[in-house]
């Protein structure tokens, strides 16, 4: 069973039209949530981290929210260069010192200008 | 400032032929160093981490081996190479006050 589900696979949107990308999870005891962003043949960026449901998050125009099953990645008015893969990963309390991630399969947004 | 560094960027190499990729970090200690590999298209998958030297742990039965020689240095490597080990592969790390990893710049790997 899949611990981490993200939804939808692509996205695409215009130009200042608003969404959300969601993340599902499963998981015993949450340490943490990540979101990162990935351009083609890069590595994945932080963005976030979220500890405890009701938590949210800003920055420029994207905000990440978590609540106890899932998260929300809200992008406000977005613009071309926004366009990427949006990848969300938890981390649970039982990894203890090996603090392992575990990704879900991502988002694939595009905005077109 | 921290930093990863992962090399080389993209490799191309024939079926049965040994690998070796390599990842270094700087400007920290005793982190915990991971191999991830992701299929076009797909998620991240965990191959190997380690919490410390000498200490490899595998996540997936495979055809490929990792090593942590010194602190800040993570090697994934194979003996002999399957087409299906064509993959981008991405070397992460983390600290203790650092839960989230940070990446390096991935290698795209080819074989042929």
């Known amino acids: 069973e899949d611990q981490v589900t993200q939804s939808p696979e692509a996205l695409r949107l215009q130009e200042g039209e608003s969404s959300s990308l969601n993340c599902s999870y499963t998981?015993?005891?949450?340490?943490?949530l990540f979101w990162y962003r990935q351009d083609p043949g890069k590595g994945p960026e932080f963005l976030f981290t979220?500890?405890?449901a009701g938590e949210e998050k800003e920055k420029e125009r994207l905000k990440a929210t978590l609540t106890k099953k899932e998260s929300f990645l809200h992008i406000t008015a977005p613009k071309p260069e926004d366009s990427a893969t949006y990848l969300c990963a938890v981390q649970e309390i039982s990894s203890g010192s090996a603090r392992q991630l575990t990704f879900g399969s991502g988002t694939q947004l595009t905005v077109l200008p | 400032s921290q930093t990863i560094h992962q090399w080389p960027a993209t490799l191309v190499q024939p079926v049965g032929s040994p690998l070796s990729l390599e990842c270094t970090v700087e400007g920290t200690s005793n982190p915990n160093l991971y191999w991830y590999r992701q299929a076009a298209g797909r998620g991240l998958q965990l191959l190997f981490y380690?919490?410390?030297?000498?200490?490899i742990s595998s996540e997936v039965p495979q055809n490929l081996s990792a090593s942590r020689p010194q602190d800040r240095q993570f090697i994934l490597s194979s003996k002999k190479l399957l087409l299906s080990d064509s993959s981008f592969y991405l070397c992460?790390?983390?600290?203790?006050?650092?839960?989230?990893?940070?990446f390096g710049s991935g290698t795209r790997l080819t074989v042929v």
């Open positions: 380690s919490v410390g030297i000498g200490q």
């Open positions: 979220l500890y405890s």
């Open positions: 992460a790390w983390s600290g203790i006050n650092h839960y989230g990893y940070t």
């Open positions: 998981v015993s005891g949450l340490r943490g």
